[in-house]
C-alpha cells in the first residue's frame, strides 16, 4: 500500500462499490439494485421498474439501475400534471406506495443473506484506517458501521473513539425537541457520517411524540425491525432518504445534522479517500458541497480513488473543485473479482467480533 497512507487519511468516502466489494458481490452496486425484486410481493413497484428502468441496455429487471427509477420518481412527484396526461398519469396516484415499496424492498435486499469475510481485502482496508479519520458513507446498509465498531483497538459508549458511537451521539445532539442544532463544534471528528440514512436507523413520526422525528441509531448496528417507540408507544419507520438530483430531504429534518457534519469534515480534510464512490449525477449535491467545501479552506492535498476506474472518478472530482487547488490524485484500481495489486494484507488481526458474525442474515 506505498501509494497511500490509509491509517492517516483525514476522510474517507464510501460508495455502493465499497460494500458491494466488501460482501464479495452480496450487496448490489447501482446497476443490478433490483435483481432480488419480487413481483408477488412488489408488484407495483416491479411494474414500474420494467416501464422505465429497461430498455435495450437494461432488458430484465435484474439488469435496472436504480437510479434512473429514482430519478424519475422525483420528476414525476414534481411535474405538472399537463406533463403527464396521455402517457404517465396513472402512476400519480401510486406515488407514496412505489416509495413504500422500494423503502421495503431496499430494507430486505441490504440486511438478507448479506455477510463479510475476515480476509476480504475491503474488510480489511476500511479496519485499518485511523481513529483520527472520517467518513461519509452514501450507503444504506450496515457494512462500514459493522467493520467499524468491531476494530481491534475500539472504546464505545462514554469516551468513545467508535465512528458508529459518535454517530449515533451526533443524531442524539442534533434532537432537540424540534429545533436543529447547527453548532456541532468537533463532535464530526472521527465520525461515521450518513447522508441517506440507514437500515439500521428508525424514528417516530407520531406527531404528538416528543421524540417525533429523532433518529435512533441501533447501537448493535442491526437492521431495522418493528420496535415501537419508547416514549409513546407508536410503530418507528426507518430513516432512508433515496438519492435524486433535488433530494427532499425537509421530509427528514434531523439528518441536516449529518449534511452539517459532512460539510466540517470536507472543509477539514488534508486526504480524501473515494472508495467505490464515482460521485453520479444524482449526488449533485455532494459534489456541490465538496466543491464549496474544498475552495473555502483550501487545505485538501491528495484525493485517492478505490475504483473499477479510478482515473474517470478522479476527473469528476476534478471537475467539481476549483482547477487553481493544488490537488495531487492517486488512482488505485480495482480490477472485478480480484484483489488488488497495491493491497498488502495486514500482519495481524484487524477486527475483533466478540465470538460473533459480522452480520447475521436474516
Given at each position: 500500500m506505498d501509494d497511500w497512507d490509509f491509517h492517516g487519511t483525514s476522510l474517507v468516502v464510501l460508495g455502493a462499490g465499497f460494500s458491494y466489494a466488501a460482501t464479495d458481490g452480496g450487496t448490489p452496486l447501482m446497476q443490478g439494485y433490483f435483481d432480488r425484486l419480487n413481483q408477488r410481493e412488489y408488484p407495483d413497484l416491479h411494474k414500474f421498474v420494467v416501464q422505465v428502468g429497461c430498455d435495450r441496455?437494461?432488458?430484465?429487471?435484474?439488469d435496472a439501475n436504480v437510479e434512473r427509477v429514482l430519478l424519475t420518481l422525483e420528476q414525476a412527484r414534481t411535474a405538472n400534471a399537463l406533463m403527464l396526461d396521455g402517457w404517465f398519469e396513472d402512476w400519480i396516484p401510486k406515488?407514496?406506495?412505489?416509495?413504500?415499496q422500494l423503502g421495503r424492498y431496499t430494507l430486505f435486499r441490504l440486511s438478507d443473506q448479506i455477510s463479510m469475510d475476515d480476509e476480504n481485502w475491503a474488510v480489511n482496508l476500511l479496519a485499518r484506517t485511523g481513529?483520527?479519520?472520517?467518513?461519509?458513507?452514501?450507503?444504506y446498509d450496515n457494512i462500514a458501521e459493522s467493520i467499524l465498531s468491531a476494530r481491534t483497538g475500539t472504546v464505545h459508549c462514554r469516551n468513545a473513539n467508535c465512528p458508529h458511537c459518535k454517530m449515533r451521539r451526533l443524531l442524539q445532539f442534533s434532537c432537540s425537541c424540534g429545533e436543529t442544532r447547527r453548532d456541532l463544534g468537533r463532535r464530526w471528528h472521527g465520525s461515521?457520517?450518513?447522508?441517506?440514512?440507514?437500515?439500521?436507523?428508525?424514528?417516530?413520526?407520531?406527531?404528538?411524540?416528543?421524540?417525533?422525528?429523532?433518529?435512533?441509531?441501533?447501537?448493535r448496528c442491526a437492521p431495522f425491525?418493528?420496535?415501537?417507540?419508547?416514549?409513546?408507544?407508536?410503530?418507528?419507520?426507518?430513516?432512508?432518504?433515496?438519492?435524486?438530483?433535488?433530494k427532499n430531504l425537509g421530509e427528514i429534518p434531523q439528518i441536516g445534522t449529518m449534511w452539517q457534519a459532512a460539510r466540517a469534515a470536507l472543509e477539514e480534510a488534508e486526504s480524501i479517500l473515494l472508495f467505490g464512490f464515482s460521485l453520479p449525477t444524482s449526488d449533485e449535491l455532494l459534489a456541490q458541497l465538496m466543491r464549496n467545501a474544498c475552495e473555502k479552506h483550501r487545505n485538501l492535498r491528495r484525493v485517492g480513488a478505490i475504483d473499477l476506474n479510478p482515473e474517470q472518478?478522479?476527473?469528476?472530482?476534478?471537475?467539481?473543485?476549483?482547477?487553481?487547488?493544488?490537488?495531487?490524485?492517486?488512482?488505485?484500481?480495482?480490477e472485478p473479482g480480484k484483489v488488488p495489486a497495491w493491497y498488502r494484507a495486514p500482519a495481524s488481526p484487524a477486527l475483533e467480533w466478540c465470538g460473533q458474525a459480522p452480520i447475521q442474515s436474516n
Open positions: 441496455s437494461c432488458p430484465t429487471v435484474s406515488l407514496q406506495v412505489l416509495r413504500d481513529f483520527n479519520t472520517s467518513y461519509i458513507s452514501l450507503n461515521l457520517i450518513k447522508l441517506h440514512g440507514s437500515i439500521a436507523w428508525r424514528r417516530c413520526v407520531c406527531e404528538s411524540c416528543c421524540a417525533k422525528e429523532c433518529i435512533d441509531a441501533d447501537c425491525s418493528e420496535i415501537a417507540c419508547e416514549y409513546c408507544g407508536e410503530a418507528c419507520v426507518p430513516v432512508m432518504v433515496f438519492p435524486t438530483m433535488s472518478v478522479l476527473d469528476r472530482f476534478r471537475q467539481a473543485v476549483n482547477p487553481t487547488c493544488d490537488i495531487e490524485y492517486v488512482p488505485l484500481l480495482v
